[in-house]
């Protein structure tokens, strides 16, 4: 089936109304999101686990607006009813497969009353997954994100209709596939460098010619939930 291709902050847009909300990105890294959807009116607290990521989002935010907390999406560092949208950015599946339902729960805890969860999520289907599996294979993790939102009921919220998409990733060289692995986990670079001939032949021959010479660029199936608090079920 043929889908759109879109970056994900345009899915995001299209999906979830941001400007003049409150705004929480769970694992939000460098902070990217975080600045795109604060210049685009969204109030934004960034949460990371990796203080060196956070450091670098402090560092890079230029606006200064966004408030930013060490945590993690099962144990959001944030006040019950605090926020009116809750992203989750191709990280779901970052979180431990036992704590994923508990990761939607407390998106849950802190929502408004008319507030939205976010997931986008990569399918374990494409080029890209194939080219990145050789450094770590995340078949089983992306499915156990995919079982989570299908029992998002369990968490207390009601899923729409999702919406498929491909994402076009280009890189310039598989220096900079490394640095795009590697920076969601540092412990994959060892097994990066160890295999790092096989990845330059697969980059070469599964990727597309970009823009630049020296770039392939790659298709990401990707796919986004918008969550919703389900009605409170009255006592007969």
Not at 65 to 70: D, K, L
Request: hydrophobic residues 45%; proline residues 6%; glycine residues 8%.
């Amino acid at each position: 089936m043929s889908r759109e291709v879109l970056n994900d902050l345009e899915v995001l847009e299209r999906l979830v109304p941001v400007a003049g909300r409150d705004v929480v990105d769970v694992g939000c890294g460098g902070g990217a999101l975080v600045r795109a959807l604060a210049a685009r009116g969204a109030r934004m607290t960034g949460v990371e686990i990796s203080e060196e990521q956070l450091a670098a989002a402090v560092r890079d935010d230029d606006r200064g607006g966004a408030q930013y907390a060490v945590g993690m999406g099962q144990q959001l560092p944030l006040p019950d009813g605090s926020v009116d949208v809750v992203v989750f950015m191709r990280t779901l599946h970052h979180v431990p497969i036992e704590e994923m339902g508990n990761a939607l729960g407390e998106a849950r805890r802190v929502l408004r009353p008319a507030g939205v969860v976010y997931v986008a999520e990569p399918l374990a289907e494409g080029d890209f997954f194939t080219l990145t599996s050789v450094v770590e294979d995340e078949r089983e993790v992306r499915a156990a994100a995919q079982r989570t939102l299908a029992d998002a009921a369990a968490a207390r919220l009601e899923r729409a209709e999702p919406f498929e998409y491909d994402a076009r990733v280009c890189l310039a060289g598989v220096q900079a596939l490394r640095a795009r692995v590697v920076s969601v986990d540092p412990a994959r670079a060892p097994l990066f460098d160890e295999r790092a001939d096989e990845l330059a032949s697969l980059f070469a021959r599964l990727g597309e010619p970009g823009p630049r010479a020296d770039e392939r660029c790659f298709m990401v199936p990707m796919r986004a939930d918008v969550l919703t608090p389900a009605p409170a079920v009255s006592a007969t």
